[in-house]
């Protein structure tokens, strides 16, 4: 499946952004979906995910209750809307597809990533 993140951009804090995910090539539906980043000089860290179904979803503490993570089948499209951003959430964001039976959140585990979208929150 390939898969192209959009949305990022500056935005200060406080602010919001949704950032949009557009897979195609496969059955998006067949996918758990997720959101990670990687901030300047860290590693890849897990954001969000979401289930095939979007009936669950998982996200890290650091962006719990202010990031929402969404899908939309028909459109073969995963959402994350964030709120509240700080400037610690800036990052290159990817999606990235998932297709084994369990969801995980270790970035391993995902089969196919996007090529990310660039988030800059300003103080």
């Known amino acids: 499946v390939q898969l192209q993140a959009s949305g990022g951009g500056l935005v200060q804090a406080g602010g919001s952004l949704r950032l949009s995910c557009a897979a195609s090539?496969?059955?998006?539906?067949?996918?758990?979906m997720g959101w990670f980043r990687q901030a300047p000089g860290k590693e890849r860290e897990f954001v969000a995910a979401i289930s095939r179904g979007g009936s669950v979803t998982y996200y890290a503490d650091s962006v719990k209750g202010r990031f929402t993570i969404s899908r939309d089948n028909a459109k073969n499209t995963v959402y994350l809307q964030m709120n509240s951003l700080k400037p610690e959430d800036t990052a290159v964001y990817y999606c990235?597809?998932?297709?084994?039976?369990?969801?995980?959140?270790?970035?391993?585990?995902?089969?196919?990533w996007g090529q990310g979208t660039l988030v800059t929150v300003s103080s």
């Open positions: 990235a597809a998932d297709s084994g039976i369990v969801m995980y959140t270790e970035g391993s585990s995902y089969d196919f």
């Open positions: 090539g496969r059955t998006f539906r067949n996918y758990h």
